[in-house]
């Protein structure tokens, strides 16, 4: 597992596809920062950390596109699977590469903490939960992108499709307030990771929404190595 | 060392393969030979663990390769139709990454890589990008990559298609070299390339094993002795007194080439008494024909497969 995150890492970095997500969400959100805060004046991180999780949405895609559906492109997943490594590790191996280029870039983005900072004032609470949710929520976005990277079978279908499956995600969000059913209702807000990260956004420390976004997760990890699991069975 | 058991693997309503058991035995170089869509490939897939037989069973050293996987691989070096190589690395760190796969020690791998280098004439190319590698170096770096953590079986899939002559000499005598330290399985549809290297072959055809033999009893005509001869004499004539020979099985006549010669096939019994030759010789001397060619026919691998592969069908 450890040989493949790094190689994944190293992969990130050897190719221009790492920098393309960090450079392509600083820039979008320093945007983002200048509208919200620099603009109004306002010290309201919490405000700005809900609309830079959208970006989760545009950009996870980019980050997960590779990992699995270009191992099969390339052939290269035979390599993988006959080295005495698992499904799981391999899937996690690749999983936690994308993470970690996530974590670096928002690590990236503490400087516009600092920035408020220095000129207005930060709560720590406030903003480490803010930020717990942000993360959370990009774990999750990436775990499904990466189970629709194990389903695809080159790399720009898998950006394609991994793509409207979070747009559906953010859908589900819309469509919940315009439907007047409650029990649809409540299962399309059951599904939408925007909704489920409300509470951080609030600076509420919410349990079930860590419990949640872990889940989803971990849900579609299991469903990855099912996927790539069944393909081997099925020998396609 | 390998060993199938009514190995059957299903595509759907397909039957890849069926049935199919062999053993490898220890430090030999065995080939699998076929045609096109004969199975080898999903045969050497499931026995290196990347696709899961639908039925029947796999062991490596003795152990399951569904129930004790890790195990197994460990044992397995594989070179697949299409080398798996990542082309955005370079030679040395893609061998390293393999290396830390196979779960080499890690102080061990430098020296490990670069025994796999010398081995397979990389050394030179160590720090080039593998995107930037031509063919034969590429199929030269998959090989390696098969070497790495110094597995006692090598399983290659058609390790030569696609090389230019002299790489596939070169390939060639590679594996002739790694056959003395490992067991080797590879698979080629090419005849001369199996006649050349493998002690054991395994012919499949459609989906199923049709022979398996030592290559020294597969090409060789068993109890009977194949005899052409040339004799100047008149084929109705010559082919009556042939077959009153006692130790002639069968006569066949070939088309002659100069009239009033015949060329005849004779498949005889080899341990006659008198020999086959010598009866021969004083059946000819009797009907006073001059006998211009004499020459022991071995059965060639093609024709050992074609016959084979039509008995088959």
Redesign the interface.
């Known amino acids: 597992m ?3 995150w ?2 994944e890492l ?2 990130y970095f ?2 221009p596809v790492g920098y393309v997500f960090m450079g392509v969400f600083l820039t979008l959100s320093s945007v983002m920062f200048y509208l919200t805060i620099m603009q109004q004046r306002s010290s309201d991180l919490l405000t700005f950390i809900g609309l830079m999780s959208y970006l989760w949405m545009l950009l996870c895609p980019v980050l997960t596109m590779r990992l699995l559906a270009e191992e099969k492109q ?13 499904l799981g590790g391999m899937v996690m191996g690749k999983y936690l590469s994308a993470v970690t280029v996530m974590l670096v870039t928002v690590l990236l983005t503490l400087l516009f903490v600092l920035i408020v900072g220095i000129y207005g004032q930060v709560y720590p609470g406030e903003m480490l939960v803010g930020y717990l949710g942000f993360i959370l929520q990009g774990c999750a976005f990436i775990a499904l992108d990466l189970f629709i990277s194990g389903c695809a079978s080159n790399q720009v279908t898998a950006a394609v499709m991994a793509f409207g499956a979070n747009f559906v995600v953010w859908m589900l969000d819309l469509l919940e307030s315009s439907i007047s059913v409650s029990f649809i209702r409540d299962i399309l807000s059951f599904f939408s990771l925007y909704a489920r990260s409300e509470p951080f956004l609030m600076g509420q420390l919410s349990f079930a929404s860590i419990g949640y976004d872990l889940s989803f997760a971990a849900a579609f990890l299991a469903l990855t190595i099912h996927v790539l699991d069944s393909r ?5 | 060392m390998i060993d199938l058991k009514q190995v059957t ?1 299903r ?2 309503a397909v039957e ?1 393969v069926s049935k199919l058991s062999f053993h490898a035995p220890k430090g030999q170089i065995v080939g699998l030979l076929g045609q096109n869509g004969a199975g080898k490939t ?1 045969t050497l ?1 499931m026995l ?5 037989p639908t039925s029947g069973q796999i062991l490596v050293d003795g152990m399951d390769m569904l129930t004790q ?3 197994c ?2 044992r ?1 070096g ?1 070179l ?1 139709e ?1 080398p ?6 370079t030679v040395q ?1 893609y061998l390293a ?2 290396c ?4 080499v020690h890690r102080r061990a791998i430098p020296a490990h890589i670069a025994d796999i280098m010398q081995t397979c004439g990389l050394t030179e190319v160590h720090g080039r990008l593998i995107g930037h590698l031509s063919k034969g170096y590429r199929q030269r770096v998959g090989i390696a ?1 098969a070497l790495c953590g110094d597995p006692p079986v090598l399983v290659l899939d058609e390790p030569t298609v696609g090389l230019d002559p002299r790489q596939v000499v070169e390939i060639r005598q590679l594996i002739r070299e790694l056959g003395r330290k490992h067991t080797v399985i590879f698979s080629s549809h090419l005849l001369p390339e199996i006649q050349q290297l493998c002690q054991r072959v395994i012919i499949l055809h459609k989906g199923r094993m049709i022979r398996e033999a030592d290559m020294a009893d597969l090409t060789d005509t068993g109890d009977s002795l194949r005899l052409r001869a040339s004799i100047a004499l008149d084929e109705k004539q010559l082919l009556p007194s042939l077959k009153s020979l006692s130790c002639v099985r069968r006569v066949k006549a070939l088309p002659g080439i100069q009239p009033g010669v015949s060329e005849v096939l004779l498949d005889c019994t080899r341990d006659a008494s008198p020999d086959p030759q010598t009866q021969l010789f004083r059946l000819l001397c009797g009907l006073d024909a001059p006998l211009r060619m004499l020459v022991q026919e071995r059965d060639t691998l093609e024709e050992a497969f074609l016959r084979a592969t039509s008995a088959d069908e």
Do not use: H
């Open positions: 450890l040989s493949i790094k190689r190293q992969g050897f190719t390339r052939r290269t997943d035979q390599l993988l699977l006959t080295s005495p490594v698992s081997r069975y099925r020998g396609i | 693997k595509y759907g890849a999903t897939n290196t663990g990347y696709l899961p996987a890790r195990e691989k460990r397995i594989y697949p299409k798996p190589l990542y082309d955005e690395m760190s990454f393999v830390e796969l196979k779960e990559q």
